[in-house]
């Protein structure tokens, strides 16, 4: 049962432009939500990350937009940079739990 | 600050064996949470240790356990291995179990033949 749903395997952007990358989630106690980076070898890096009783949170060229009525989170990086190819996995989590439950990610490339 | 380490990087265990993973914290973390990444999958959570005391299991079976020491290092035990035990596995670790600023550790790869 995967609460967290991320269904794009893959995006390719044009550096300088926007990337936009999605994330949907079914368990409504979820009020807290992250973003990582995750490059091969490597293990997942914190990049971003909003609760629920904000709808944006900005972060130097990161944005994440949340949606709780669409149960729907997006992370938008602009300008996008060869720098920023990587898989990317958002992670969501209820105020009472102490796990987070993540998406399948994202493999963006930013072609030069 | 040192991060997250884990050891070994990969392992290559016997179906049927049994196998310990190591992490060791970043420096003045006492929460540490383990994950389970297969292949094409996002991470699932294992368990979660804070002060040496599990504080929290995912949906998996009792053959996968773990310790958390005073010095806020800990092990990954899993016994009976089976084929889909294959994964990446990764520690996390925070400040308290109210912060989730987690650091990741690069993983142990585990491959069960």
């Known amino acids: 049962d995967q609460q967290v749903k991320q269904n794009s395997p893959s995006l390719s952007v044009q550096e300088g432009r926007i990337s936009i990358l999605n994330c949907d989630y079914t368990?409504?106690?979820?009020?807290?939500f992250l973003w990582y980076k995750k490059y091969p070898a490597e293990g997942p890096t914190f990049l971003i990350s909003?609760?629920?009783?904000?709808d944006k949170n900005e972060d130097g060229r990161f944005t994440v937009f949340l949606n709780k009525s669409a149960k729907h989170l997006s992370l938008h990086i602009v300008p996008s940079q060869p720098g920023d190819s990587a898989v990317y996995f958002c992670a969501a989590s209820a105020y009472t739990g102490n796990q987070f439950y993540f998406g399948t990610g994202t493999s963006l490339t930013v072609i030069p | 600050e040192t991060g997250v380490t884990q050891s070994p990087t990969h392992l290559i265990k016997t179906r049927g064996q049994q196998v310990t993973l190591r992490c060791s914290s970043q420096?003045?973390?006492?929460?540490v949470s383990w994950y389970q990444q297969a292949l094409g999958q996002g991470p699932q959570f294992i368990f979660q240790?804070?002060?040496?005391?599990?504080?929290g299991r995912g949906n998996f079976p009792p053959r996968f356990s773990g310790l958390q020491f005073p010095n806020y290092s800990s092990e990954l035990n899993v016994n009976a291995l089976e084929l889909d035990d294959s994964a990446l596995y990764l520690c996390a670790s925070s400040l308290s179990i109210a912060n989730y600023g987690y650091t990741f550790g690069s993983g142990t790869r585990l491959t069960v033949v």
């Open positions: 240790y804070y002060r040496e005391e599990e504080n």
């Open positions: 368990n409504s106690m979820f009020d807290y």
């Open positions: 420096s003045g973390h006492n929460t």
């Open positions: 909003i609760s629920s009783i904000k």
